[in-house]
């Protein structure tokens, strides 16, 4: 075996910690950056899932707006139909009085 003089087992015993103290501290760097990044993909998959959220509750606003359009000009059409009936039977009714008033204007 190789003896070493005491100096020299000194310094590579220095020359060790200090290896060993900069792998330690690129470590914690590294686990700092790594943490920041899974916090980071949480952070994104929230925002993600809370505007899934978002655009399923305003498509389901947007449908439902839809049906209230849809409602809306059924009954504006229904109202169109019955303003025409009475439109009809109104002139109908003025026409029968006409009739009538020319019967008793001969008489």
Do not use: C, F
Not at 2 to 18: C, H, M, S, V
Not at 28 to 37: A, G, H, L, P
Not at 72 to 99: F, G, H, P, S, Y
């Amino acid at each position: 075996m190789n003896k070493e003089r005491p100096g020299e087992l000194k310094q590579k015993i220095k020359r060790l910690e200090i290896s060993r103290d900069n792998l330690k501290s690129n470590n914690r760097e590294k686990n700092k950056q790594n943490k920041k990044i899974r916090d980071r993909n949480v952070e994104i998959a929230q925002n993600r899932d809370q505007w899934r959220a978002r655009s399923k509750e305003l498509v389901r606003q947007k449908e439902e707006l839809e049906q209230q359009i849809e409602a809306a000009k059924k009954e504006t059409e229904r109202e169109r139909m019955r303003t025409k009936e009475e439109r009809e039977r109104a002139d109908n009714l003025q026409v029968e009085i006409d009739v009538i008033l020319k019967k008793k204007s001969r008489s």
